[in-house]
């Protein structure tokens, strides 16, 4: 309930305090939510198999969203920066998938 | 990176599932949920347990109560970051989106495509410009000329009759109870008023134009045909200083007309309005041969 209101708070403040975002980070923060969410899903399904640990949690959390913006900011120095955000992206986007069918069958059982 | 790489923690996962990898313990608990669902029905509750919790009452028991424990507040740190960083990134998303997520080369492009824009505008707009300012230049020479035009024309009106005119001049009226006043003695006055500089004359109500005749007539006198009876009342405009001696020089216009019995009285005025008009006539014969 807490994460939840966290998350709820999260997205109200970043509405209302609209910040400006550093040109440094701009290129990796799009990438970098689509990883948190990654680790999101993969947190609620092993919420829902009963092998949470927050720990863990928080160390993927924090490794997905590292990891995802090393790989962007590799492929800019490399010149192939679009294409690997289009790769991460949907590496992120296949396990995102895979984590919301487990906790759909979870939750609705089918 | 995810959770179902770690190794569950003992806590949460007594038994025989701790070794399991997560994908034998999917396939492995598909099963085991029809039981769990057959056991919500009446008289097989007592085989569920706490430790064979189905998924969905792990998320209920996250959800509620609320519980201030060291993992649910770190999450929602977490989860406060996703949310403030989707919230930025979706608002920094609406704005020029055509733009931003453009390659470098196309930005490049749009911005070339933009500068020879921006320069065609500008030629076409000093084009324009400069047509504005022929236009401008041409519609006041015009409207010069149509002012000059005005202003001949109201000249020309003057001298021709066919406008009014004011000014300071004199008036001359000639009392003439014995009838002796012939025309040819108001050409005279005519001829010698015109000789002083006068610019408009008109007669008891006639105006008198370059193309005006005298004649004698009956009973008076008549000009251009209008009979015209005594006392002859001449309003002249021009300057009252040239035309008032003019008249007076001796042996001049006065002093015959005296000789005729006639009494003549000479007034000089600031404001004389002649305002006799004349229809214009355009000539049947004789043409313009300036154009």
């Known amino acids: 309930m807490i994460a939840v209101l966290g998350l709820v708070l999260g997205v109200v403040a970043g509405l209302l305090v609209r910040p400006e975002v550093p040109a440094v980070v701009e290129p990796y923060l799009p990438i970098a939510v689509v990883a948190a969410l990654d680790a999101v899903f993969g947190g609620l399904r092993a919420m829902l198999d009963?092998?949470?640990d927050d720990k863990v949690f928080v160390v993927s959390f924090l490794s997905n969203v590292v990891v995802a913006a090393l790989i962007v900011f590799l492929g800019d120095?490399?010149?192939?920066?679009?294409?690997l955000s289009t790769g991460v992206v949907v590496v992120l986007g296949i396990r995102i998938f895979s984590n919301a069918a487990a906790i759909r069958r979870h939750v609705f059982r089918a | 990176m995810n959770e179902r790489d770690e190794t569950p923690s003992p806590k949460r996962t007594p038994g025989g599932e701790q070794d399991d990898t997560p994908t034998t313990r999917l396939r492995r608990e598909l099963p085991q949920e029809v039981p769990s669902a057959a056991a919500e029905e009446p008289g097989a509750a007592p085989r569920e347990e706490?430790?064979?919790?189905?998924?969905?009452?792990?998320?209920?028991?996250g959800l509620w109560p609320p519980r201030f424990t060291r993992a649910q507040l770190i999450v929602a740190l977490?989860?406060?970051?996703?949310?403030?960083?989707?919230?930025?990134?979706?608002?920094?998303?609406?704005?020029?989106?055509a733009l931003r997520g453009a390659r470098q080369e196309d930005l490049v492009r749009i911005l070339d495509e933009l500068d020879d824009r921006?320069?065609?505008l500008e030629e076409e707009k000093q084009g324009l410009e400069d047509q504005r300012t022929e236009l401008e230049n041409s519609?006041?020479?015009?409207?010069?000329a149509r002012k000059q035009t005005v202003e001949k024309e109201r000249q020309l009106g003057i001298l021709a009759g066919t406008?009014?005119?004011?000014?300071?001049?004199?008036?001359?009226?000639i009392n003439d109870t014995k009838g002796t006043v012939e025309a040819d003695m108001l050409l005279d006055a005519i001829q010698e008023l015109r000789a002083a500089g006068a610019e408009a004359i008109q007669v008891n109500g006639v105006r008198v134009v370059a193309s005006t005749y005298l004649t004698d007539s009956d009973e008076g006198?008549?000009?251009?045909?209008?009979?015209?009876?005594?006392?002859?009342?001449?309003?002249v405009i021009g300057n009252p200083q040239d035309l008032e001696p003019a008249l007076n020089i001796p042996g001049g216009v006065v002093q015959t007309l005296e000789k005729e019995q006639a009494t003549v009285t000479v007034a000089r005025g600031d404001e004389i309005v002649v305002d006799a008009l004349r229809a214009a006539k355009r000539p049947d014969y004789a043409r313009s041969s300036s154009q």
Do not use: C, H, M
Request: proline share 3%; hydrophobic share 35%; glycine share 12%.
């Open chain 2, 50 to 61: 706490k430790d064979k919790q189905t998924g969905r009452q792990r998320l209920a028991q």
């Open chain 2, 78 to 97: 977490l989860l406060f970051g996703l949310g403030f960083g989707l919230a930025i990134q979706v608002a920094s998303n609406n704005d020029d989106s």
């Open chain 1, 50 to 52: 009963g092998i949470f």
């Open chain 2, 118 to 120: 921006t320069q065609r």
């Open chain 2, 221 to 235: 006198i008549s000009v251009d045909g209008n009979k015209i009876t005594q006392p002859f009342r001449f309003k």
């Open chain 1, 77 to 83: 120095k490399l010149g192939v920066g679009a294409q």
């Open chain 2, 163 to 173: 406008v009014a005119a004011q000014g300071p001049g004199i008036t001359l009226t």
């Open chain 2, 139 to 144: 519609s006041d020479q015009a409207e010069e």
